[in-house]
């Protein structure tokens, strides 16, 4: 099973996937959590900002997501996911594979910017930012979307939300 967490910078992908994570192994499940920054260290941070080095990146999520799914292992990814084409290769290619767009309006990102990116970006400081100047095309058939335009402590219902999902019930006997 692979859950593909999607959405920019801030929308709250990485903080609900740790979650799904954690539920996930309380119910003995064995599960990987893959992040796009993660992926980029562990490859020793050989890909760069720019739309190649994403591209190249998006292929190494996708590709490593399916050979982990193969071996029995759960994942749950927390990606942007700017290349419609690696998505449809994932549904190609992963059995038991589902996209969660997570969406939050510009207003709200701008408020929660905790890595500075979106602020940095309008001021000319940095370049190669999804949603700024490098577009963020938002999946087509997602599973489940969740909006997260309130800042929040608890994502419990969210949570909750994600682990409905066919794929994970399916995954875990509760079909």
Excluded at 32 to 53: K, Y
Aim: glycine residues 6%; proline residues 3%; aromatic residues 8%.
């Amino acid at each position: 099973m692979v859950v593909w967490l999607i959405g920019l910078s801030g929308t709250g992908k990485t903080t609900l996937a740790n979650q799904v994570v954690e539920r996930i192994r309380q119910s003995n499940g064995k599960v990987v959590l893959l992040d796009g920054d993660l992926i980029r260290n562990l490859f020793g941070n050989d890909v760069d900002h720019t739309i190649e080095g994403r591209r190249r990146n998006a292929e190494r999520l996708s590709v490593l997501s399916k050979f982990l799914a193969d071996q029995g292992i759960h994942v749950v990814a927390a990606v942007l996911s700017i290349f419609p084409e690696w998505r449809r290769w994932n549904r190609e290619h992963i059995p038991d594979y589902s996209e969660v767009y997570i969406k939050a309006s510009m207003e709200t990102l701008l408020r929660r910017d905790i890595k500075n990116l979106y602020a940095r970006a309008a001021k000319g400081e940095i370049v190669n930012v999804v949603g700024v100047d490098i577009p963020f095309p938002e999946p087509e058939n997602p599973e489940l979307v969740i909006e997260n335009d309130v800042d929040r402590l608890d994502y419990q219902e969210f949570t909750d939300r994600i682990m409905s999902l066919a794929v994970v019930r399916e995954a875990f006997g509760c079909a």
